[in-house]
Every structure is written in structure tokens, then in C-alpha cells.
């Protein structure tokens, strides 16, 4: 796969979803080896009064139904904003192969803004990690722009 245009926007699309809720708007899609999407989530702690319901976790959930197992070998987490501690660990503990992101998360990002967990060398799986200035300009731009929207509306300017 050279390019993450595609399942970047379908993570973003899936982020939107968070809007009816009021949760921060952050999507997430796991891609199978040959590209298809098995599993998909979208914010939910305040849909759902779940601290836990993160983007990541719900898609790699989802994803691990499909697979029938919770090793996630092969796969690609696409997110549109850089996992938290909680959703590195997730994806460490899954065994993704790859996790590609939008936007960082210079307050809690753990792969590579405040943290870098998914690749710390004492763990015992390290995923290929693809940041936003490796994703593409554009959908990049589109994903910290649906962040800094949500927050400046919710905050006032």
C-alpha cells in the first residue's frame, strides 16, 4: 500500500460519526493485509459513559471478531489523530503490523509527539508507525482541521 489517502478519509468519515455525541471527533480503521477494511470505530466514552471507548480500541475490536483471534498480524491501524498511551499499548498488544495517523497529539500522543511507546525497543512488538507529514498534505490537514474545529466550538474563541 503507497498510499493512505483513501482509508485516511475513510477513518475521518467514521470520526464525523463522533459528532452526534459530542465526542472528540476521532476515527479509526483496521485494514486487513490486502487492504480491506475489518473493523471500524469512532469515539464513544461520552455516547457511551465508557472511559475506554477510544477509536483505536473499538476498531481493533471489531477487527479482531472478523479475524476470529486478537492477533491482528498483517494489519494496519489508520487513525486519524496519534493514539494515547492507552491505544499504543492496544496496538502494541494486538500485534498490528503498521499504524499510520493524521494529526499528532503533542498532549498525550504515544508514537512519537509526547511519548514513543509503540516503538520503544524494550517491547516485544514494534509497528512500522507512518505520521501525518508521511500521509499526505491534504487529508492530514483535513483531520487536525475536524479537531481544531470540534475544540474551538466547544471551547469558544
Known amino acids: ?3 493512505y489517502d483513501t482509508p485516511l478519509r475513510t477513518a475521518v468519515a467514521e470520526a ?6 459530542g465526542d472528540v471527533p476521532v476515527g479509526a ?11 471500524r470505530g469512532h469515539n464513544a466514552r461520552e455516547a457511551g459513559g465508557d ?3 477510544h477509536a483505536e480500541l473499538l476498531a481493533l475490536r471489531a477487527a479482531a471478531v ?10 494496519t491501524l489508520v487513525v486519524t489523530l496519534e493514539p494515547c498511551v492507552m491505544c499504543a499499548g492496544a496496538i502494541v498488544l494486538s500485534r498490528v503490523d503498521r499504524l499510520v495517523y493524521g494529526a499528532r497529539d503533542a498532549k498525550a500522543g504515544a508514537a512519537g509527539s509526547l511519548w514513543d511507546l509503540v ?25 487536525a482541521a ?7 466550538e466547544r471551547r469558544g474563541p
Not at 68 to 75: D, P, S
Request: hydrophobic share 40%.
Open 51 to 53: 472511559p475506554t471507548a
Open 16 to 21: 464525523e460519526l463522533a459528532l452526534a455525541t
Open 119 to 143: 516503538r520503544d525497543p524494550r517491547l516485544n512488538h514494534r509497528p512500522e508507525v507512518v505520521p501525518p507529514d508521511m500521509v499526505g498534505t491534504e487529508v492530514a490537514e483535513e483531520c
Open 66 to 75: 472478523v479475524r476470529g483471534e486478537w492477533r491482528l498480524t498483517g494489519c
Open 1 to 3: 500500500m503507497t498510499s
Open 146 to 152: 475536524l479537531l481544531t474545529r470540534f475544540f474551538t
Open 29 to 39: 480503521v483496521v485494514l486487513d493485509p490486502a487492504g480491506t477494511v475489518i473493523g
